[in-house]
């Protein structure tokens, strides 16, 4: 019997007609496993996956596989976006034991949960020196029943060798000059000067590495780092994996150049990527990343904000291709033929230039992905424009991309910051709407009446999985941002219940290190912990960056205390290998920023045109980390206003850090000057 049916993940979901007999992960399907004595199949992947869907429609929709499947194992289906702790640690044993890792993740368990053979994807025939899945099934059946006890041996090594490893954690030691110089040093050297980012492929968005390079040029004045965080934001916005027509950002480029990405769109790179794009902006002025910025927020609200405010997890990289088969890239890539068929021949020629449509394909079958290569020739932009939004209204007609529409509390924090601080950057009240629906549905549907987050939710309905280290972060985060942004301190308060958790449940009091799942949270092999940051922040450097941000605005020793110990792990690992620590070097930034704590103070609690000139100045302020408060003088709506009198009769601005107080300012243009001053 297939038990996915009542799950609310659309990962799972897609499987609940699956001919296997899959099991949700939970204790009955491992009591299944001991009462029948059969090894466990955990197959994990998530919505947008593309090898996820091949591995299914071969093997888990054929039936006889799913025959041997329900004959000889216990089945158990996970979505790695909402169980992200389940993933962690068996992605772990699955690195430690092969040197790589990958989804579909497939891993064989003993009914103990104790992982003894890994892999990834198999395919329904030998291929590429790969064996078959069916295969496999067979060789870790016959090793369950004549070598059981070698299979437990091997099993309850790879616990004891993942019980071992320890985390390098300076906890008595924050990131200083030093560490912050040979990181970016270490970057220098990764960083691809021709096309910008850094390594070769497939190529990342690297936008945490991007916030540090900005930070630290916000605080230091080093050109070097505003030059590759320039650059790569350049070469990403014109390469294939920006979409062109419709904006917003896909998950990777398979190639060096930026020109074909792997199409899944997902919301927390679309809402790292805005907010980098937005701070580009901040610190250049540049148009381009103004364009980038808008257009990346307009597509979170167009095509990902769900029914009930928030937002959806991704877009699928495979679309119906017109004829009923499934296709990456489908919905995406135009041909000189198409581009004529439904410009005409003059405009369908100029589009193919503009866009770098070639008759040889950028992509496979001659197909191309828009991109904006550089080049000589002066295009009309009314044209450009016009052209742009004929071919939008063609594609509109495709079949879509399926949409995940499963809410994560974490990447809904993302969204939010972004949203609000873009909205607010560029006068665009509807964008600090959306982030507000964001977090009123969050508040509402995800946070119990202990403060306690529900990891996700889908059509307004929490899910059962408890929220872990990175929502309660990234969602303190958004929150913040917010409280900057509208003036309402409820969100410093919802921040600040979110982030007690943190110091409560998630922290160890000995040592300041943070794991990935509460204190009470269920039981795995080994309690998840990783400070690196991937695909999104680490839990961990999400919470020291959202610890120094309450701390700023709050006066909170704890806090300030919290975030300090978390981030000597970026004293260790910021030197060693700065690509994956980004935003634990940007939240260091702002610790030796201060940060910088901005009260504006109003003469009414609607801020008037002083008031408001004041608190667009300190939002644009590029000081790292720093934190605004505004508000009608006297009032208690945050902590940064209280004793902040108004100045002769007059708003103004009172800028503090490490426990220094500049002289308020009543001019906006002073107080953009001691913002921007290193």
């Known amino acids: 019997m297939n038990r996915l049916a009542h ?19 939970s204790a009955e399907a491992f009591d299944e496993a001991r ?50 702790d389940v993933d962690a640690v068996y992605m772990e044993a699955v690195q430690a034991a092969t ?105 990342f968005p690297p936008s945490m590495v991007l916030e540090f390079l900005l930070r630290h040029h916000a605080r230091t004045g080093a050109e070097g780092a505003l030059q590759m965080a320039r650059d790569t934001c350049e070469r990403m916005a014109r390469g294939g994996i920006y979409d062109q027509l419709g904006g917003g950002f896909a998950r990777y480029s398979v190639d060096r150049d930026w020109v074909v990405p792997h199409f899944e769109k997902m919301l927390y790179d679309n809402a790292l990527l805005c907010r980098v794009y937005a701070h580009l902006w901040r610190a250049t002025g540049a148009d381009l990343a103004r364009r980038v910025a808008l257009e990346t927020a307009d597509f979170l609200v167009r095509e990902l904000r769900t029914e009930q405010g928030g937002f959806a997890s991704a877009l699928d990289a495979d679309s119906d291709d017109g004829s009923g088969r499934h296709v990456e890239g489908a919905y995406y890539v135009w041909t000189p033929e198409r581009l004529r068929a439904v410009l005409g021949d ?33 295009f009309d932009a009314g044209k450009i424009a016009a052209i742009r939004e004929r071919l939008l209204h063609e594609r509109r007609q495709r079949p879509a991309p399926g949409r995940d529409d499963k809410v994560v509390a974490a990447w809904n924090g993302l969204a939010i910051a972004a949203l609000a601080e873009t909205g607010a950057y560029f006068d665009r009240p509807d964008l600090v709407e959306a982030a507000l629906g964001a977090a009123d549905l969050l508040v509402r549907v995800h946070l119990d009446e202990h403060a306690r987050l529900a990891r996700t939710s889908k059509d307004g309905r929490a899910g059962a999985n408890a929220g872990v280290l990175e929502d309660y972060g990234d969602v ?145 302020g590029t000081a790292p980390g720093a934190v ?51």
């Open 7 to 25: 799950e609310t993940s659309p990962y799972l979901l897609q499987h609940a007609d699956n001919p296997v007999d899959w099991w949700p992960w």
């Open 35 to 84: 009462r029948t004595n059969r090894p466990v199949l955990l197959s994990v992947g998530y919505s947008s996956c593309h090898w996820c869907h091949v591995m299914a429609h071969e093997s888990f929709e054929d039936h006889a596989t799913a025959e041997y499947l329900n004959e000889h194992f216990v089945s158990v289906k996970v979505d790695r976006e909402e169980r992200p």
């Open 99 to 203: 040197g790589q890792g990958g989804w579909p993740m497939t891993v064989f368990l003993t009914p103990d949960a104790e992982p003894f053979y890994f892999g990834t994807y198999f395919p329904p025939a030998p291929r590429h020196g790969m064996p078959s899945f069916r295969q496999v099934l067979e060789g870790v059946r016959q090793a369950w029943d004549t070598r059981r006890d070698e299979v437990g041996e091997v099993a309850g090594k790879i616990v004891r060798d993942l019980a071992q490893r320890e985390i390098s954690h300076q906890g008595d030691r924050v990131p200083g000059e030093e560490e912050l110089a040979r990181a970016l040093l270490g970057l220098t050297r990764e960083y691809d000067p021709q096309r910008g980012g850094f390594g070769g492929a497939p190529k």
């Open 346 to 378: 003059a405009d369908g020629d100029l589009a193919a230039q503009y866009f770098g449509v070639t008759d040889e394909g950028t992509f496979e079958h001659g197909q191309s992905v828009l991109q904006l290569p550089q080049q000589d020739t002066l």
């Open 476 to 620: 303190a985060e958004g929150f913040l941002a917010l409280a900057s942004v509208t003036g309402e301190g409820v969100w410093l308060d919802f921040a600040g219940l979110l982030l007690d958790h943190v110091l409560t449940r998630f922290a160890d009091p000995d040592t300041g290190a943070l794991y990935d799942t509460a204190a009470d949270a269920e039981r795995l092999i080994r309690r998840p912990q990783d400070p690196t940051d991937n695909a999104t922040p680490s839990g961990w450097t999400a919470a020291a960056g959202a610890l120094l941000g309450y701390a700023a605005h709050t006066g909170s020793e704890p806090h300030r205390t919290a975030a300090e110990r978390a981030l000597g792990v970026v004293t260790t690992l910021g030197p060693r290998v700065p690509r994956f620590i980004g935003w634990g070097l940007a939240v260091a930034e702002a610790l030796r920023d201060g940060p910088r704590e901005i009260a504006v103070v109003a003469t009414g609690t609607t801020p008037d045109k002083s008031a408001t000139a004041l608190h667009r100045t300190a939002l644009l």
């Open 628 to 678: 605004v408060a505004v508000g009608a003088a006297g009032s208690d709506e945050f902590p940064l206003l209280a004793d902040r009198p108004l100045v002769g009769g007059q708003p103004a601005a009172y800028v503090c850090r490490n426990f220094t107080c500049e002289a308020p300012t009543t001019d906006p243009e002073r107080l953009r000057t001691a913002l921007n001053e290193h």
